[in-house]
């Protein structure tokens, strides 16, 4: 991508290409302009200045799948405006690749004292128990000790402190907080079954101690599927009976 102040009608004169302008280059590299071919044209403008035409996006050997300018210069402030563009990443570099997504709720907050000092004393706790600083100075000497005998084992030994350091971390932050939110959110059919399961164990509970509270029974009943018939049962083979196959769809 380049910023390369020069309009496309710039790059020609009286009746040729001028050399070592922006067109020369693409032509003489044996380069491509997905915007030509993708749309067949260039933009109007890829500045705030109307009929500016400055900026180009050349590849070769590969093309995107989508290209086009933003009619914005947010939030870098600029009189250039934004070009976007879609690579197919997995036809690109023949292999897979994870979706985005976002990170779970982090719960650890320094206005809180005591989560500070659970913080504080799991994390030291833990790396003089891995011996993290033993290993980290190990393998900066290995980096910056003249000769390099930095080799691909000690890369791996980098790659394995990162990993352990970071779940250090993520532990102390557990450990700081006893909220769930976002850690692992139930599926629709995961939440209607454990409904139904709470459902049934507090009303064998009820049986157990010859009382129904079926005012709570049904608060519970509203957001699950349970029959008029079932929900009046007492007996205790139906109630059995239906807490069993509940379990049985809990475990599935």
Known sequence: MLDANQASAECYNASDVKPYSIEWLKVHRGLTDPFIALTGRRPLSTTQTPMRDIDYFYTWGILPT??????????????????????????????????????????????????????????????????????????????????????????????????????????????????????????????????????????????NKSLFHWDHLNKLRRFIDITDESHCATDIDTIVQALRYTRSKWML
Not at 137 to 150: C, E, G, I
Not at 161 to 172: C, H, K, R, S, V
């Open 66 to 207: 989508a290209l086009s300018t933003l009619p914005l210069n947010t939030p870098a402030q600029s009189d250039h405006l934004g070009i976007i563009f879609d690579l197919d990443l997995a036809k690109f570099f023949d292999t897979s690749y994870s979706d985005m997504g976002v990170h779970p709720t982090h719960f650890l907050s320094s206005g809180n004292k005591k989560a500070v000092d659970v913080y504080l004393d799991h994390v030291p706790t833990q790396f003089d128990y891995h011996k993290i600083s033993k290993r980290t100075y190990q393998l900066l000497d290995a980096a910056t000790k003249l000769p390099t005998n930095f080799t691909l084992e000690h890369q791996h030994k980098l790659h394995a402190l990162d990993q352990q350091i970071t779940e250090i971390l993520l532990a102390a932050e557990r450990k700081c907080s006893n909220k769930h939110i976002n850690r692992d959110p139930w599926t629709p059919q995961q939440q209607l079954i454990g409904g139904t399961l709470s459902y049934w164990k507090q009303k064998l509970a009820m049986y």
